[in-house]
């Protein structure tokens, strides 16, 4: 079965960088849409960004970060610039298998498999 894993976490000080990676295997990448979500403590998990057949981003973080994809690795990336305390959570990629409809990509139900997560420490 499918099954996501994350890396490139760690701790960063306000105004750095990283990227984290999510690859899947145990399906063909190509036939899934990506995305990332980010949760921290007492919240719900919130949409960050997903790609597609498009690219979208959450308000918090666009202008500041980008998604791609590595067809051919299996693997999907996320670079973030000007980091900030607040993107401070556990980042998780989540699969889904078809096509988005409309907004859809924000919603949690829409995806079918998620990651375990990785942490990122924003430092002030």
């Known amino acids: 079965q499918v099954q996501l894993v994350e890396s490139g976490g760690g701790l960063v000080q306000a105004g750095g960088s990283l990227r984290l990676s999510c690859t899947l295997s145990?399906?063909?990448?190509?036939?899934?849409?990506m995305g990332w979500f980010r949760q921290t403590p007492g919240k719900e998990r919130e949409f960050v960004a997903a790609?597609?057949?498009?690219?979208y981003y959450a308000d918090s973080v666009a202008g500041r970060s980008t998604i791609s994809r590595d067809n051919f690795a299996s693997t999907l990336y996320l670079e973030m610039d000007s980091l900030k305390p607040e993107d401070t959570a556990v980042y998780y990629c989540a699969a889904h298998k078809g096509i988005f409809s409309g907004t859809s990509y924000q919603n949690l139900d829409e995806y079918s498999y998620w990651g375990q997560g990785t942490q990122v420490t924003v430092s002030s």
């Open positions: 790609n597609g057949r498009k690219k």
């Open positions: 145990g399906g063909t990448f190509v036939q899934y849409a």
